[in-house]
């Protein structure tokens, strides 16, 4: 096989790559410029959107705005981030420009201008390109010289064949942007459902009467995470909820788990179903407290004890599928970060979330809402694996045209 490769292939700086493709360093095939500081200009009010690192990063998510354009750019210019953090995930990320006088350059990224090749081509080249990502070094900020972007050999298969390249690349990345519109559409439709059924402004059909009000501390008991460990104990034995599991969750994932070495005679608590559980601080207000619910059946499993736990005295008053919504709901949110005190790190107390006041539907209407807004959520989570599943083959079909392990048809491009 490797003589096979050999006859049809050929060994270069980027690797093996098809005979018949040329290879040059992005000085022969492109033009480079910096961008300038933006930082003394920036104004919520600006027609211009400045491209910096965050801006990138986050694909055009986060953006910021300067009245003034200092540094344009042109349709069909590639920019690069030419700084990020060690081990970062910007360094070398690239956004393409498709409008013109839109965008200023900001600095420590780089415009870089394809000549002789195609564009959009160059741009799927350069984007997180090995080449770049070798300067980091874990340790230090990473920085790209001028010297180290110009000098990143490309691989280049006749202009025909960037082009059709491109186009499939292209094709996958509107896929993806298709699917990542149609999640935030759900997102912001299970938003609205929420603010609708979990206050009571809108009821679904069949359901009328007054709601209750009751305290959390009305309806169950706390109990605490594991105590007395230290951190030879942990590593192996028995799963226990992590944190991150409890403040990312709003139901609890028991495929996130830890382990901890657990005797037979020690006095911890375990969790099962239809538990609640709390972090107890966090570095800001706005994130103590988040709430997650467990609604699997288990046995043997623990709670970290960095977090609490709240067990129901029964399931007549308050679903446990129903909290799972209500205890991220604003309203919710609000109570518990009112209940927030200190100063670099914020706490709260069993006390203080026992006290929260809820304004509860009955029991039936309960469970139909969180019907409801558990079918929003598995629309969510099915178009999210679906962008995930359309990235991995984008990533694929990255990893063999780029490189001409796989050739397109161009007959059939045509």
Same mark, same amino acid.
């Not at 009467?209 to 009751?214: A, Q, R, V």
């Not at 969180?370 to 990893?399: F, N, P, T």
């Given at each position: 096989?490797?003589?096979?490769?050999?006859?049809?292939?050929?060994?270069?700086?980027?690797?093996?790559?098809?005979?018949?493709?040329?290879?040059?360093?992005?000085?022969?095939?492109?033009?480079?410029?910096?961008?300038?500081?933006? *930082?003394?200009?920036? =104004?919520?009010? &600006?027609?211009?959107?400045?491209?910096?690192?965050?801006?990138?990063?986050?694909?055009?998510?986060?953006?910021?705005?300067?009245?003034?354009?200092?540094?344009?750019?042109?349709?069909?210019?590639?920019?690069?981030?030419?700084?990020?953090?060690?081990?970062?995930?910007?360094?070398?990320?690239?956004?393409?420009?498709?409008?013109?006088?839109?965008?200023?350059?900001? +600095?420590?990224?780089?415009?870089?201008?394809?000549?002789?090749?195609?564009?959009?081509?160059?741009?799927?080249?350069?984007?997180?390109?090995?080449?770049?990502?070798?300067?980091?070094?874990?340790?230090?900020?990473?920085?790209?010289?001028?010297?180290?972007?110009?000098?990143?050999?490309?691989?280049?298969?006749?202009?025909?064949?960037?082009?059709?390249?491109? +186009?499939?690349?292209?094709?996958?990345?509107?896929?993806?942007?298709?699917? *990542? #519109?149609?999640?935030?559409?759900?997102?912001?439709?299970?938003?609205?459902?929420? +603010?609708?059924?979990?206050?009571?402004?809108? #009821?679904?059909?069949?359901?009328? &009467?007054?709601?209750?009000?009751?305290?959390?501390?009305?309806?169950?008991?706390?109990?605490?995470?594991?105590?007395?460990?230290?951190?030879?104990?942990?590593?192996?034995?028995?799963?226990?909820?992590?944190?991150?599991?409890?403040?990312?969750?709003?139901?609890? =994932?028991?495929?996130?788990? =830890?382990?901890?070495?657990?005797? *037979?005679?020690?006095?911890?608590?375990?969790?099962?179903?239809?538990?609640?559980?709390?972090?107890?601080?966090?570095?800001?207000?706005? *994130?103590?407290?988040?709430?997650?619910?467990?609604?699997?059946?288990?046995?043997?499993?623990?709670?970290?004890?960095?977090?609490?736990?709240? #067990?129901?005295?029964?399931?007549?008053?308050?679903?446990?599928?129903?909290?799972?919504?209500?205890?991220?709901?604003?309203?919710?949110?609000?109570?518990?970060?009112?209940?927030?005190?200190?100063?670099?790190?914020?706490?709260?107390?069993?006390?203080?979330?026992?006290?929260?006041?809820?304004?509860?539907?009955?029991?039936?209407? !309960?469970?139909?809402?969180?019907?409801?807004? !558990?079918?929003? =959520?598995?629309?969510?989570?099915?178009?999210?694996?679906?962008?995930?599943?359309?990235?991995? +083959?984008?990533?694929?079909?990255?990893?063999?045209?780029?490189?001409?392990?796989? #050739?397109?048809?161009?007959?059939?491009?045509?």
């Amino acid at each position: 096989m490797e003589d096979l490769k050999e006859i049809t292939h050929k060994h270069t700086a980027a690797g093996f790559i098809p005979k018949e493709w040329g290879i040059n360093n992005l000085e022969k095939i492109a033009e480079f410029r910096n961008g300038k500081a933006h *930082e003394n200009i920036v =104004d919520s009010e &600006g027609k211009y959107i400045i491209i910096n690192s965050k801006f990138i990063s986050t694909e055009g998510e986060v953006a910021k705005y300067s009245k003034e354009i200092l540094c344009p750019l042109s349709k069909g210019e590639i920019v690069m981030v030419m700084s990020d953090v060690p081990n970062g995930k910007a360094i070398a990320k690239c956004f393409y420009v498709k409008e013109d006088n839109l965008y200023t350059l900001n +600095q420590r990224i780089c415009a870089i201008t394809a000549s002789k090749v195609d564009s959009i081509f160059l741009y799927y080249a350069l984007n997180r390109n090995k080449y770049y990502l070798t300067f980091d070094d874990g340790v230090n900020q990473t920085n790209l010289r001028k010297e180290e972007v110009l000098e990143c050999p490309i691989p280049l298969p006749p202009l025909p064949e960037q082009k059709a390249i491109a +186009q499939v690349l292209s094709t996958a990345d509107a896929a993806i942007h298709t699917t *990542e #519109r149609l999640i935030a559409q759900k997102e912001l439709r299970k938003k609205w459902l929420m +603010q609708q059924l979990l206050t009571g402004k809108k #009821r679904l059909m069949g359901f009328s &009467g007054e709601w209750k009000e009751m305290h959390l501390g009305d309806l169950g008991v706390s109990f605490n995470g594991l105590t007395g460990k230290t951190k030879e104990n942990f590593g192996s034995g028995f799963p226990f909820i992590t944190y991150m599991n409890v403040f990312s969750n709003s139901r609890t =994932d028991i495929s996130q788990v =830890d382990h901890v070495n657990i005797e *037979e005679n020690e006095n911890q608590n375990s969790v099962k179903y239809g538990d609640f559980f709390f972090t107890v601080s966090s570095e800001t207000p706005n *994130e103590v407290g988040m709430a997650s619910v467990l609604l699997d059946e288990v046995e043997n499993l623990y709670l970290n004890s960095f977090c609490f736990g709240f #067990r129901l005295f029964d399931f007549e008053t308050l679903s446990p599928i129903y909290a799972q919504f209500l205890f991220r709901f604003q309203s919710f949110r609000e109570a518990m970060c009112l209940l927030a005190q200190g100063s670099t790190r914020f706490n709260i107390s069993k006390t203080g979330v026992k006290q929260i006041l809820l304004t509860l539907p009955h029991i039936e209407e !309960q469970t139909a809402i969180a019907q409801v807004l !558990q079918a929003a =959520d598995k629309e969510i989570s099915l178009l999210k694996a679906k962008a995930e599943k359309l990235r991995e +083959q984008k990533k694929g079909l990255m990893q063999v045209l780029l490189t001409g392990k796989i #050739r397109l048809n161009l007959n059939l491009q045509n």
